[in-house]
């Protein structure tokens, strides 16, 4: 019924870019917030931005200069953006819609939907 779904990881070098996606289905991408989250082994799992229904950006700031957010209403989408990108950017992000809160949060308890993952590799 709802669901995200991710796609666009892969294994880069350092100072490369990638472009990941969310798809979205059901309702969930017409709600009041939507966000990414990154999660490396042993490591509890971050956020890295959001972006609101009005297109209104916040990011981390690990990642605030070099990832960008943005979405495609029409066809369901929101992307990121991740450039510059370096070994501490490893680890698997997950796409997430807010349920919990009226207005985008940074916590994960907030999000009640979420994507499957996509991988990010980040080589010296």
């Known amino acids: 019924q709802v669901q995200l779904v991710e796609s666009g990881g892969g294994s880069v070098q350092s100072g490369g870019s990638l472009r990941l996606s969310c798809a979205t289905s059901g309702y969930t991408y017409s709600g009041p917030c939507m966000g990414w989250f990154r999660q490396a082994p042993g490591q509890e799992r971050e956020w890295v931005g959001s972006?609101?229904?009005?297109?209104?950006?916040m990011y981390a700031d690990s990642v605030k200069g070099r990832f960008t957010i943005s979405q495609d209403k029409a066809k369901r989408t929101m992307y990121l953006q991740l450039n510059s990108l370096n070994s501490e950017d490893t680890a698997m992000y997950y796409c997430?819609?807010?349920?919990?809160?009226?207005?985008?949060?940074?916590?994960?308890?907030?999000?009640?939907?979420w994507g499957q993952g996509t991988q990010v590799t980040v080589s010296s």
């Open positions: 997430a819609a807010a349920t919990g809160a009226p207005i985008c949060t940074a916590l994960a308890v907030d999000y009640g939907y």
């Open positions: 972006i609101d229904s009005d297109g209104l950006e």
